[in-house]
């Protein structure tokens, strides 16, 4: 059973960082588009950043380009999102997500549509 485990969430100040991690089960990351999204509450799920496979291109959204990295260790079975420089936008549910094809599709990486597997969410908290 393929299954995605967000962790690494919690409460920090601004300025902070933390670090999310991803662990999947039941296939290899290795092989897939990866990304982390986000939703505040009351609004829409949006990407904040995708991997995808064979040269690994990196899509970063522009609110979160300079201080979040997005990475993988396909020995671990494992995506992580480093995030530095904390502000209290960022504040919400953090998702991984797998697309069911190793190319992140360009501009279309940022459309939940294209995932077919999702974690269950880990929740990060700025304050200011």
């Known amino acids: 059973q393929m299954q995605l485990m967000e962790s690494g969430g919690g409460s920090v100040q601004a300025g902070g960082s933390l670090r999310l991690s991803c662990a999947a089960s039941?296939?290899?990351?290795?092989?897939?588009?990866m990304a982390w999204f986000r939703q505040a509450p009351g609004k829409e799920r949006e990407g904040v950043a995708a991997?995808?496979?064979?040269?690994?291109?990196?899509y970063i959204a522009d609110s979160v380009k300079g201080r979040f990295t997005i990475s993988r260790d396909n020995a671990k079975n494992t995506l992580y999102l480093q995030m530095n420089g904390l502000k209290s936008d960022d504040t919400a549910m953090y998702y991984c997500?797998?697309?069911?094809?190793?190319?992140?599709?360009?501009?279309?990486?940022?459309?939940?549509?294209?995932?077919?597997?999702w974690g269950q969410g880990t929740q990060v908290t700025v304050s200011s």
């Open positions: 997500a797998r697309r069911p094809v190793g190319t992140c599709g360009g501009s279309s990486w940022l459309r939940t549509s294209d995932y077919n597997y």
């Open positions: 991997l995808g496979t064979l040269g690994g291109s990196t």
């Open positions: 039941g296939y290899t990351i290795g092989g897939y588009c």
